[in-house]
């Protein structure tokens, strides 16, 4: 089987009716992105950059970190590179930065909350990837993201690092912007966010957490935490719908991605890209290959009918 999808590796993500889709990897590291070029990978849709911070006792410098976004960049050669701001609480623990303790972690400090509490933090990391970003192009995506106030302040912060990079003559290169759209309000609140990005990529582990009120790592909650809910559906099919109608690209990171059950409803949907495990680009690539894009827009029109959890997983799983 490994051997049949590597043939797969250098032919196009497409339907069998031709309708492309960008097929980009979720990574952690800079080993990971050393072997994008094992499956082919058009480039990553999330670089979790937390992830690389997690083994070091002190956070990295601005210049350490500037050496690190240069080394992934190189590695990339040009194809899509998409960081995510440091994404730290809850399920991600940073040692570097101590302990909160917190009574609702899932609810407190985290992703962009913490980086507005501790703006210096923050402000080293993106003028390290401003300065990285004057040798390739770079997307940059927000975690946690609610409200519009939130994504102004952070941009207004990026503005500061310029600021300051053009004062100390140090060149840096100009960002894409965009959210992961992982809480309900985010996507109740996309509209008036979207003047201000070039793109959004849908976080649908974190979405399912905050939509089903379902802790993502409470192994109890398995079936109040479902990989696939109508409720998440629906959201999910709202948040592509506000994107297509603002001409934003819709990307979407969550694990449901890389189920190359599911990929084809997300295809259906309207999704343009999907980013995905590395040990998933070929699973993934092999079902869209194998369907017509007619077939997904047939599946996407039932799977938003369902009303049922487990009607919806039958429908999705066992199809021949
Ligand atoms: C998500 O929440 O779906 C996501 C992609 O980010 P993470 O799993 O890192 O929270
Ligand atoms: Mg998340």
Do not use: W
Request: proline content about 4%; hydrophobic content about 40%; aromatic content about 6%.
């Amino acid at each position: 089987r490994k051997q049949q999808l590597l043939t797969l590796k250098d032919l196009p993500t497409e339907t069998l009716d031709g309708h492309g889709i960008s097929l980009l990897a979720n990574v952690g590291n800079l080993n990971e992105v050393s072997h994008l070029t094992d499956v082919s990978a058009e480039g990553i849709g999330l670089f979790r950059t937390e992830f690389m911070l997690m083994n070091t006792s002190v956070l990295p410098d601005e210049k350490t970190q500037y050496h690190l976004y240069c080394d992934a960049l190189h590695l990339m050669e040009g194809r899509t590179f998409t960081l995510r701001t440091l994404d730290v609480g809850a399920d991600k623990e940073l040692p570097c930065l101590g302990t909160l303790i917190e009574d609702n972690p899932a609810l407190g400090l985290r992703g962009i909350r913490y980086s507005l509490a501790h703006p210096e933090l923050f402000k080293t990391q993106v003028s390290a990837i401003l300065r990285a970003a004057n040798h390739g192009s770079v997307r940059l995506m927000f975690p946690m993201i609610n409200q519009i106030e939130e994504l102004e302040q952070l941009l207004s912060y990026v503005e500061e690092c310029k600021a300051k990079l053009i004062e100390e003559e140090k060149g840096f290169g100009e960002l894409s912007y965009g959210i992961v759209v992982e809480t309900p309000a985010a996507v109740l609140n996309l509209e008036s966010m979207l003047p201000l990005l070039d793109f959004i990529s849908i976080g649908t582990n974190d979405l399912t957490q905050y939509t089903m009120a379902a802790d993502r790592s409470n192994p109890l909650l398995t079936k109040e935490y479902p990989s696939l809910s109508p409720a998440v559906l629906n959201l999910i099919q709202t948040t592509i719908d506000i994107a297509k109608e603002n001409h934003i690209t819709v990307s979407l990171c969550g694990e449901l991605a890389s189920d190359p059950n599911v990929a084809p409803l997300l295809v259906g949907m309207g999704i343009d890209e999907l980013s995905v495990n590395l040990g998933s680009i070929l699973e993934v690539k092999s079902a869209l290959r194998d369907i017509s894009y007619q077939t997904c827009l047939t599946l996407a029109k039932q799977a938003l009918k369902i009303k049922r959890i487990e009607e919806l997983k039958r429908y999705i799983y066992s199809r021949p």
